[in-house]
């Protein structure tokens, strides 16, 4: 086989590294599945535009694969790598140190190589409030916010959304246990009472449609964190028919075109917004813990839409 376009890399190209491109590959990004990421279109158009001579790719890690990729990363002189699904809870304890942001979460979603040693961080949490600001023009501290979904994404928005002591936050998710034991852990940060008639400040609910149809009228965001909607034939997490105007509906999937939320969102005549936006903040803020100076956000929102059309 000619060189791929070697776009995407495994673990048998980490092992035995010999990438031959012009620029060395010194970032990247792991995942399973991992070759719909936008994230190095982004990053190398950042690295570019700040005249960073290096290159950013796509690693398709497995699972069980996690531990012996990170493991090559300090000898391979990378200066660090983003985590996307499955690996970002996993990872937490696979790093030397961890920041406040990744141990609040329990995830992480940026790691940086710094003498030998790999230091986890989470910037999924503050890139979702810059992008909720950017899109909607508020901030979390306003909102009443429902979360579908408790894994990796949702627990750092969640989290987000406690820290920015947002005015109230439900919790939803297939497995219902796990909706309830995030919303126990955030307890302490909804613990001041705010007059907000007879629903909670925080709440966990199951997944079924009487719950959200009882929440919708007590919310103004609702956030998809569950990976519905990356594929074409997904239906909308929540059904269309629940879906009102007075709501913002922010679909952290990003895919080509409108996921099926976000067009049933815009039917209903609310607002609605796909995961661009935060994965634009989140990549912005890694690139910041990379290197130490701010990103080129007009580059990196600029590739972005281009890649995404
Ligand atoms: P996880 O695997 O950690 O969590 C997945 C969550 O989705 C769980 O709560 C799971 O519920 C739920 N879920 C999965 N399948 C279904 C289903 N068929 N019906 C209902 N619920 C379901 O993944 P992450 O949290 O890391 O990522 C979730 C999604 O968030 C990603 O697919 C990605 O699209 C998006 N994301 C976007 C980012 C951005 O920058 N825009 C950043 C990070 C994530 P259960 O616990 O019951 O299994």
């Known amino acids: 086989m000619p060189e791929r376009m ?36 982004m990053q190398n158009a950042a690295l570019e535009n700040c005249g960073l001579s290096m290159g950013y790719a796509r690693f398709e890690i497995g699972a069980d694969e996690l531990p012996a990729a990170l493991e090559s990363l300090p000898e391979l002189n990378f200066v660090g790598v983003n985590l996307t699904v499955p690996h970002k809870i996993a990872a937490f304890q696979l790093m030397d140190e961890v920041d406040e942001s990744a141990r609040q979460a329990g995830a992480v979603n940026t790691i940086k190589v710094e003498n030998e040693k790999l230091r986890g961080f989470n910037t999924d949490g503050k890139g979702f409030a810059r992008a909720i600001r950017e899109e909607f023009s508020v901030d979390l501290r306003d909102l009443r916010v429902l979360v579908l ?17 947002a005015e109230r936050l ?23 009472a705010r007059v907000l008639g007879p629903v909670p400040r925080l709440q966990a609910i199951p997944w079924d449609e009487p719950a959200f149809r009882f929440q919708i009228a007590n919310v103004d965001l609702v956030v998809n964190a569950t990976p519905l909607g990356l594929h074409h034939a997904d239906a909308a997490p929540i059904s269309a028919r629940l879906l009102a ?65």
């Open 6 to 41: 070697k776009d995407l890399f495994t673990l048998g190209d980490l092992k035995n590294w010999k990438a031959k491109s012009k620029t060395p590959i010194r970032l990247g990004v792991f995942g399973d599945p991992v070759a719909q990421s936008l994230s190095p279109q």
């Open 149 to 165: 979904g408790a894994g990796g994404a949702a627990r750092a928005i969640a989290l987000e959304c406690a820290k920015e002591n």
């Open 170 to 192: 439900v919790i939803a998710n297939r497995d219902f246990e796990k909706a309830k034991n995030l919303a126990e852990e955030l307890r302490p940060f909804f613990a001041e």
């Open 245 to 309: 105007p007075h709501l913002m509906v922010y679909d952290t999937v990003y895919s080509h075109g409108q996921t099926a939320l976000v067009s049933a969102a815009i039917e209903a005549g609310a607002r609605a917004a796909n995961g661009l936006s935060m994965l634009l903040h989140q990549g912005a803020l890694a690139f910041e813990i990379w290197f130490d100076r701010a990103a080129p956000l007009g580059a990196m929102r600029e590739a972005l839409s281009s890649a995404s059309r």
